[in-house]
């Protein structure tokens, strides 16, 4: 097999599996190692710098580094490394003196429009350059859908205000309270480029008999949840039925449950692992007592005389067709019925751009999408950019942060004159954490314990509240705490084979059996004669040759737990413990070096 | 040294034996020796035979002397009986261990200063006396513990790390063992687990007198150009004439071999060693043909590893000495002080 070339960034990037699954790539690790070393306001400027919005995603982030992280492989749970984050933010002081300098203005104007997570890491990214960046949005405060459709009682006002405010003070014009109804208008007044973060603004309706006539007890989810918000709503029926089974559906029927309704249940089509909701949305929604029914399929809405009363389901089934695909078919049960005095509608969003007129140019898709790059984000009119759920659909803030950051990249060489389809390798930081013969700059003693719990305010009183915060957050024991189950995984164990005598003894101290020296051959034959069969094939093995006995030396990256106990046995300093920090390059002169 | 102890962290997918026991349940302390020393890996062979025998570690006694190697019992079977005795005198300690209990299994460790030096008189009885055992000495060929100098295992023309030459006869202890008597005799290094690992489970399941001689270099002080026990030097000069598998009871026998590839020797207690042979006229049950063969590679500098004699119908000093079956623990009062009739009966004998 080939002999693995760790001097490609991906390799090691990809050993660090939560930074690899994050669409933003926090360097976790670093953030959660300062963590533990009350550092809280140098974790924060990691985060910060890299996702932009720490306390809010600390709270509500999707989180698909948790299930990417090590630590589940090796025992039962992974790190809670979102709700480190928000330590980091709970904890920091004085961050508004370290905001970055803004340079003096280059020239050249940009316009964003919305002024959610996508739009503001733009105006985050280019105001400080120079760029002259102005911000539309409809509603009267900036933040978007972080605003808008996340409950206070998961997020509260202050952390947005705060966080927003990062951004503002940075120096964009904030256009609010002002609808963009025209990009050929917008285009017209000479912006250098245009990025569009409008979200994916419209709730999907169901359109079943008695909708009509029951309009009034029937509710779009996320227009209800911003509602709620903005404190136009404040009461809901006592008996009511969320329909879907996403995060906006269990925000819907959380949010109910503190403003009146007391018998809230949740009706899903599918099954309940096959629900969109985060697996821990679903707890919280279950642990206030609102039970969450699958394979029913709404048929009616029953009214008496236009007011509702309830609902009709069918009883369906999940049944693999002759091609292996699922369908959901019915079982021939009788109809369910349900009484309610209220729905909440959360079946799904979807993207609208009506103000995008068809004639200036922009090429839309079949589902009238805009044709967008992938890694450019630049759309058929080279100078428009979109991102966040703008681009390809819904799907979270995290992800708008990382579309955010691409555009403001694609902006900055594009208005720099650089091919924006080259995109900017990242950087990378190599340093070996040998102290002393035995000893290392990294905590890399193993703790046993298991993951711990995020206290929770009393139930009885944040049910009585929609703005009391649920979650307490980790206090700083509990941090560290939490922080000491990170296992460094960003410290690799590098080999340099050339100095290696084949004496066994990483082999006979590693803990998890990653290493074997053996006979060369190729990857699948030689993932089954390892000392532990390496049978997790999205985990790399690495592979090195140049050994004295003509053998190669194979580690599993699959279990390691970067303790550099093979490092410490070693007796020619084969095995070394080096952090690669990888720094994902940002719009800036960094990213127009050609 | 390391500071850390060994994570208990373990990979999801680690095997159990009979006994329910993971490989880990068979370790000991993290070793506190240098790194990369080869007798850590012994101890990881130790560890690995034993828990692929399914052995319960209480019924495992391991003794030994002085000495880096000594230190290692430390570093296995920690739920396991052990005794640090005095420089040289494991077998001694050993030998007493076995005549009181012989219910258990009795692992020597020992090294070449201590077995070739101040323990030699020891070793030499013990074997001839044909005490049952597994005596593992690990050999490195110098007293790494005082800094390197030549121990009595080292060859003749042998160089120190300072580069002075060794102008004493070295101590063959395989040899020596063959000469006093050992029913089971092999030799092995460190760095090949493959071989080593079916050699100490044969040894442990073998009733009868095991000496087994295990180079390990020493990172330290002996694993440089010039030495004949460096891993180089060792991996260049190692000549094995077979390849060991162990069978116990009523194993199935899954692998294929060729015919003539095998040789099976049944002990008598009914296990199987399996020994795939590497060179063709070898024969481990011919003590007189072992000798020469030895004498003659010792003589053109190369070494001799694998199962190198063993004598299936092997006996055990109990055997001679027709001791009580049972353990002294286990005997009672009645069995010990039998009355005044049994005392008339054996004078009666003797008149």
């Given at each position: 097999?080939?002999?693995?070339?760790?001097?490609?960034?991906?390799?090691?990037?990809?050993?660090?599996?939560?930074?690899?699954a994050c669409p933003a790539?926090?360097?976790?690790?670093?953030?959660?190692?300062?963590?533990?070393?009350?550092?809280?306001?140098?974790?924060?400027?990691?985060?910060?710098?890299?996702?932009?919005f720490?306390?809010i995603l600390?709270r509500t982030c999707d989180r698909p580094c948790e299930p990417?992280?090590?630590?589940?492989?090796?025992?039962?749970?992974?790190?809670?490394?979102c709700?480190?984050?928000?330590?980091?933010?709970?904890?920091?002081?004085?961050?508004?003196?370290?905001?970055?300098?803004?340079?003096?203005?280059?020239?050249?104007?940009?316009?964003?429009i919305g002024a959610g997570p996508a739009s503001l890491t733009?105006?985050?990214?280019?105001?400080?350059?120079?760029?002259?960046?102005?911000?539309?949005d409809a509603d009267?405060?900036a933040g978007g859908m972080i605003r808008s459709q996340i409950p206070r009682f998961r997020l509260?006002?202050?952390?947005i205000?705060?966080?927003?405010?990062?951004?503002?003070?940075?120096?964009?014009?904030?256009?609010?309270?002002?609808r963009v109804e025209?990009m050929?208008?917008?285009?017209?007044?000479?912006?250098?480029?245009?990025f569009v973060g409008t979200g994916a603004p419209r709730g999907r309706d169901l359109d079943i008999p008695g909708r009509k006539e029951a309009a009034a007890n029937i509710h779009i989810g996320i227009d209800w949840l911003s509602n709620v918000s903005f404190?136009h709503t404040?009461?809901i029926g006592?008996r009511v039925i969320v329909l879907g089974g996403g995060n906006t559906a269990m925000d819907c029927c959380r949010t109910a449950r503190r403003l009146?309704g007391?018998d809230v249940k949740v009706i899903v089509r599918s099954g309940f692992e096959e629900m969109k909701a985060s697996p821990w949305e679903k707890e919280d929604a279950i642990g206030e007592?609102i039970p969450i029914l699958n394979y029913l399929v709404p048929k009616a809405f029953i009214h008496?005389?236009?007011?509702l009363?309830g609902m009709t389901f069918e009883k369906v089934k999940a049944e693999k067709d002759?091609k292996g695909r699922r369908n959901l078919v019915p079982t021939?049960?009788?109809d369910q019925h349900f009484d309610c005095d209220d729905v909440l509608v959360a079946v799904g969003q979807e993207n609208s751009f009506p103000w995008i007129?068809r004639?200036?140019?922009m090429t839309f898709d079949k589902w009238n999408m805009p044709i967008v790059g992938e890694?450019?984000m630049?759309s058929?009119?080279?100078?428009?950019f979109f991102g966040g759920d703008a681009a390809f659909g819904p799907k979270n803030i995290i992800w708008a942060v990382a579309h955010g950051?691409a555009a403001?990249?694609?902006?900055?060489?594009?208005?720099?004159?650089?091919?924006?389809?080259?995109?900017?390798?990242?950087?990378?930081?190599?340093?070996?954490?040998?102290?002393?013969?035995?000893?290392?700059?990294?905590?890399?003693?193993?703790?046993?314990?298991?993951?711990?719990?995020?206290?929770?305010?009393?139930?009885?009183?944040?049910?009585?509240?929609v703005?009391?915060?649920v979650?307490?957050?980790?206090?700083?024991?509990?941090?560290?705490?939490?922080?000491?189950?990170?296992?460094?995984?960003?410290?690799?164990?590098?080999?340099?084979?050339?100095?290696?005598?084949?004496?066994?003894?990483?082999?006979?101290?590693?803990?998890?059996?990653?290493?074997?020296?053996?006979?060369?051959?190729?990857?699948?034959?030689?993932?089954?004669?390892?000392?532990?069969?390496?049978?997790?094939?999205?985990?790399?093995?690495?592979?090195?040759?140049?050994?004295?006995?003509?053998?190669?030396?194979?580690?599993?990256?699959?279990?390691?737990?970067?303790?550099?106990?093979?490092?410490?046995?070693?007796?020619?300093?084969?095995?070394?413990?080096?952090?690669?920090?990888?720094?994902?390059?940002?719009?800036?002169?960094?990213?127009?070096?050609? | 040294?390391?500071?850390?102890?060994?994570?208990?962290?373990?990979?999801?997918?680690?095997?159990?034996?009979?006994?329910?026991?993971?490989?880990?349940?068979?370790?000991?302390?993290?070793?506190?020796?240098?790194?990369?020393?080869?007798?850590?890996?012994?101890?990881?062979?130790?560890?690995?035979?034993?828990?692929?025998?399914?052995?319960?570690?209480?019924?495992?006694?391991?003794?030994?002397?002085?000495?880096?190697?000594?230190?290692?019992?430390?570093?296995?079977?920690?739920?396991?009986?052990?005794?640090?005795?005095?420089?040289?005198?494991?077998?001694?300690?050993?030998?007493?261990?076995?005549?009181?209990?012989?219910?258990?299994?009795?692992?020597?460790?020992?090294?070449?200063?201590?077995?070739?030096?101040?323990?030699?008189?020891?070793?030499?009885?013990?074997?001839?006396?044909?005490?049952?055992?597994?005596?593992?000495?690990?050999?490195?060929?110098?007293?790494?513990?005082?800094?390197?100098?030549?121990?009595?295992?080292?060859?003749?023309?042998?160089?120190?790390?300072?580069?002075?030459?060794?102008?004493?006869?070295?101590?063959?202890?395989?040899?020596?063992?063959?000469?006093?008597?050992?029913?089971?005799?092999?030799?092995?290094?460190?760095?090949?687990?493959?071989?080593?690992?079916?050699?100490?489970?044969?040894?442990?399941?073998?009733?009868?007198?095991?000496?087994?001689?295990?180079?390990?270099?020493?990172?330290?002080?002996?694993?440089?150009?010039?030495?004949?026990?460096?891993?180089?030097?060792?991996?260049?000069?190692?000549?094995?004439?077979?390849?060991?598998?162990?069978?116990?009871?009523?194993?199935?026998?899954?692998?294929?071999?060729?015919?003539?590839?095998?040789?099976?020797?049944?002990?008598?207690?009914?296990?199987?060693?399996?020994?795939?042979?590497?060179?063709?006229?070898?024969?481990?049950?011919?003590?007189?043909?072992?000798?020469?063969?030895?004498?003659?590679?010792?003589?053109?500098?190369?070494?001799?590893?694998?199962?190198?004699?063993?004598?299936?119908?092997?006996?055990?000093?109990?055997?001679?000495?027709?001791?009580?079956?049972?353990?002294?623990?286990?005997?009672?009062?009645?069995?010990?002080?039998?009355?005044?009739?049994?005392?008339?009966?054996?004078?009666?004998?003797?008149?």
């Amino acid at each position: 097999m080939q002999s693995t070339d760790i001097s490609r960034p991906d390799y090691f990037h990809k050993v660090v599996d939560c930074q690899w699954a994050c669409p933003a790539h926090t360097p976790v690790p670093e953030y959660i190692r300062l963590i533990a070393d009350r550092r809280y306001t140098d974790a924060y400027m990691i985060n910060w710098k890299s996702n932009v919005f720490p306390g809010i995603l600390g709270r509500t982030c999707d989180r698909p580094c948790e299930p990417a992280c090590r630590r589940g492989r090796v025992e039962e749970e992974p790190v809670a490394i979102c709700r480190l984050k928000r330590v980091a933010a709970d904890n920091k002081s004085g961050f508004a003196a370290l905001l970055p300098k803004v340079a003096p203005h280059n020239g050249k104007k940009i316009a964003c429009i919305g002024a959610g997570p996508a739009s503001l890491t733009v105006a985050r990214d280019l105001a400080p350059l120079g760029y002259e960046v102005h911000v539309y949005d409809a509603d009267k405060k900036a933040g978007g859908m972080i605003r808008s459709q996340i409950p206070r009682f998961r997020l509260p006002e202050e952390v947005i205000d705060e966080e927003v405010g990062y951004i503002t003070a940075l120096g964009p014009v904030m256009h609010l309270q002002q609808r963009v109804e025209s990009m050929k208008a917008l285009l017209a007044e000479g912006y250098d480029a245009i990025f569009v973060g409008t979200g994916a603004p419209r709730g999907r309706d169901l359109d079943i008999p008695g909708r009509k006539e029951a309009a009034a007890n029937i509710h779009i989810g996320i227009d209800w949840l911003s509602n709620v918000s903005f404190e136009h709503t404040n009461k809901i029926g006592r008996r009511v039925i969320v329909l879907g089974g996403g995060n906006t559906a269990m925000d819907c029927c959380r949010t109910a449950r503190r403003l009146g309704g007391e018998d809230v249940k949740v009706i899903v089509r599918s099954g309940f692992e096959e629900m969109k909701a985060s697996p821990w949305e679903k707890e919280d929604a279950i642990g206030e007592d609102i039970p969450i029914l699958n394979y029913l399929v709404p048929k009616a809405f029953i009214h008496d005389g236009g007011k509702l009363t309830g609902m009709t389901f069918e009883k369906v089934k999940a049944e693999k067709d002759a091609k292996g695909r699922r369908n959901l078919v019915p079982t021939g049960e009788p109809d369910q019925h349900f009484d309610c005095d209220d729905v909440l509608v959360a079946v799904g969003q979807e993207n609208s751009f009506p103000w995008i007129e068809r004639d200036i140019g922009m090429t839309f898709d079949k589902w009238n999408m805009p044709i967008v790059g992938e890694e450019t984000m630049q759309s058929s009119i080279p100078n428009v950019f979109f991102g966040g759920d703008a681009a390809f659909g819904p799907k979270n803030i995290i992800w708008a942060v990382a579309h955010g950051h691409a555009a403001a990249v694609s902006i900055d060489m594009f208005l720099n004159d650089q091919d924006i389809s080259i995109r900017p390798a990242p950087g990378v930081t190599v340093i070996s954490q040998k102290m002393g013969i035995h000893e290392w700059s990294y905590d890399n003693d193993i703790a046993n314990d298991s993951r711990y719990k995020v206290p929770h305010r009393d139930k009885a009183v944040s049910l009585k509240d929609v703005k009391a915060e649920v979650e307490l957050g980790f206090d700083q024991i509990l941090g560290f705490k939490e922080a000491q189950r990170c296992l460094n995984c960003d410290v690799q164990t590098v080999f340099t084979p050339k100095v290696c005598i084949e004496c066994d003894a990483c082999v006979d101290i590693c803990p998890m059996d990653c290493i074997t020296f053996t006979e060369d051959g190729d990857e699948a034959e030689l993932r089954t004669r390892l000392t532990a069969p390496a049978i997790n094939l999205g985990q790399d093995l690495y592979v090195a040759d140049g050994l004295p006995t003509g053998r190669v030396m194979v580690k599993d990256e699959d279990v390691c737990l970067h303790c550099g106990l093979c490092a410490e046995r070693c007796p020619t300093g084969a095995w070394d413990m080096q952090k690669h920090l990888i720094d994902i390059t940002q719009a800036g002169p960094k990213c127009r070096t050609r | 040294m390391t500071y850390i102890l060994k994570p208990k962290l373990h990979h999801p997918s680690l095997p159990k034996n009979a006994l329910g026991f993971t490989r880990r349940d068979y370790e000991g302390r993290v070793s506190t020796l240098c790194a990369g020393c080869g007798h850590d890996s012994i101890s990881a062979a130790i560890i690995q035979a034993v828990w692929e025998l399914s052995i319960e570690p209480h019924r495992v006694a391991k003794i030994s002397g002085i000495g880096c190697s000594s230190k290692t019992p430390d570093y296995f079977l920690s739920q396991s009986h052990g005794f640090n005795s005095v420089h040289g005198r494991m077998p001694s300690v050993l030998t007493g261990a076995n005549l009181a209990n012989r219910d258990l299994i009795y692992l020597g460790v020992s090294g070449d200063g201590d077995s070739a030096s101040i323990g030699l008189g020891q070793f030499a009885h013990s074997i001839r006396r044909g005490v049952n055992m597994s005596y593992i000495v690990e050999n490195n060929g110098v007293y790494g513990l005082t800094k390197g100098q030549f121990s009595a295992t080292s060859d003749k023309g042998s160089k120190s790390k300072k580069g002075v030459e060794n102008t004493e006869s070295g101590i063959d202890l395989v040899a020596l063992a063959l000469q006093l008597g050992a029913t089971y005799v092999g030799r092995s290094f460190s760095g090949d687990k493959e071989q080593l690992v079916p050699l100490i489970k044969g040894a442990l399941s073998h009733h009868g007198p095991a000496f087994l001689d295990v180079i390990s270099p020493c990172v330290a002080f002996n694993n440089h150009t010039g030495s004949t026990k460096s891993f180089d030097y060792v991996r260049e000069h190692n000549e094995a004439v077979n390849r060991l598998d162990v069978i116990l009871g009523r194993t199935p026998i899954t692998a294929e071999y060729k015919a003539g590839e095998v040789r099976e020797v049944t002990q008598h207690d009914g296990s199987v060693l399996r020994l795939r042979k590497l060179h063709d006229d070898y024969d481990p049950t011919d003590k007189i043909g072992a000798a020469n063969y030895l004498q003659e590679r010792h003589a053109e500098g190369e070494i001799v590893t694998g199962l190198l004699y063993v004598d299936p119908e092997a006996t055990d000093l109990h055997d001679r000495l027709d001791t009580t079956a049972r353990p002294l623990n286990q005997l009672n009062t009645a069995d010990l002080t039998p009355g005044a009739d049994a005392l008339a009966k054996i004078n009666a004998s003797l008149r």
